[in-house]
């Protein structure tokens, strides 16, 4: 997944530089709190369920830091497009993790290392201009 991002105008939040539209925003983050409220890790059948829930519409949720009078919102999303352009771009990105032997879907950390070590890339491309 190719992430495109302006250095002037860097948003906060971390589902916005990430996905283009506002529904996989929307899906996304809620796929990472349901994870968290399952202790950061789900079972791939439970991601299936995550999956089908989204797939048929049933899926309830309400953005944290809105206000209470707003209503929760129905989310609605393709199934396949869920694993092709939600689940998939974050295993490939590091953001979630999957345990091969315990087919487990887990929350990670990996993203942040990774961003670090194309930073430390960028910075030996810089320094061997300079030394020509």
Same mark, same amino acid.
């Given at each position: 997944?190719?992430?495109?991002?302006?250095?002037?105008?860097?948003p906060?939040?971390?589902?916005?530089?990430?996905?283009?539209?506002?529904?996989?925003?929307?899906?996304?983050?809620?796929?990472?709190?349901?994870?968290?409220?399952?202790?950061?890790?789900?079972?791939?059948?439970?991601?299936?369920?995550?999956?089908?829930?989204?797939?048929?519409?049933?899926?309830?949720?309400?953005?944290?830091?809105? /206000?209470?009078?707003?209503?929760?919102?129905?989310? /609605?999303y393709?199934?396949?497009?869920?694993?092709?352009?939600?689940?998939?771009?974050?295993?490939?990105?590091?953001?979630?993790?999957?345990?091969?032997?315990?087919?487990?879907?887990?929350?990670?950390?990996?993203f942040?290392?990774?961003?670090?070590?194309?930073?430390?890339?960028?910075?030996?491309?810089?320094?061997?201009?300079?030394?020509?």
């Open positions: 997944m190719v992430i495109l991002f302006d250095q002037y105008n860097l906060e939040d971390i589902y916005l530089i990430i996905f283009p539209t506002e529904q996989q925003q929307i899906v996304a983050r809620a796929l990472i709190k349901y994870m968290w409220d399952n202790g950061g890790e789900m079972g791939k059948t439970e991601m299936g369920v995550f999956a089908t829930l989204l797939h048929e519409g049933n899926m309830v949720f309400k953005e944290e830091g809105k /206000s209470p009078l707003e209503r929760e919102m129905r989310i /609605s393709n199934k396949r497009q869920f694993y092709d352009r939600i689940l998939t771009p974050m295993r490939g990105m590091g953001l979630v993790d999957y345990d091969l032997y315990k087919k487990t879907y887990r929350v990670s950390d990996k942040n290392k990774l961003m670090i070590r194309v930073g430390l890339t960028w910075l030996r491309e810089y320094e061997k201009k300079g030394k020509k």
